[in-house]
């Protein structure tokens, strides 16, 4: 296990996300979230990815599955009314899983 790498994983992942949060916080009705948040959310999530992908040299579809099996988890938050929880549960299984992939044999990480 890399832990640095997942504490760069984790700090990049969660600035991103509150970047996004509060720009489509501040500039989105609260109308728009109800009808819209199923979307924005996953969206945001994604494009956190990406992000930390390209910051930190990750591989791409390891780390996109990896960011999908914690999203999917962190629904479990979402469906008990539990958002920002579910939002902590997922940047922590996304960090442990990037760094996981910092130790596996055969996978060659840039940087």
């Not at 008990?80 to 996304?94: D, E, N, R, S």
């Amino acid at each position: 296990m890399d832990w640095g790498l997942s504490v760069r994983a984790a700090l990049s992942q969660a600035v991103v996300v509150a970047v996004l949060g509060a720009a489509t916080g501040l500039t989105l009705s609260h109308e728009f979230f109800a009808a819209w948040g199923w979307a924005i959310g996953p969206l945001s999530w994604l494009v956190a990815t990406l992000i930390t992908i390209a910051v930190l040299t990750l591989p791409t579809w390891p780390t996109l599955f990896g960011a999908l099996v914690a999203g999917v988890v962190s629904l479990v938050g979402v469906v008990t009314g539990l958002h920002w929880t579910g939002a902590v549960i997922a940047l922590v299984l996304f960090a442990l899983w990037c760094g996981w992939q910092g130790r596996r044999p055969g996978l060659r990480l840039a940087g």
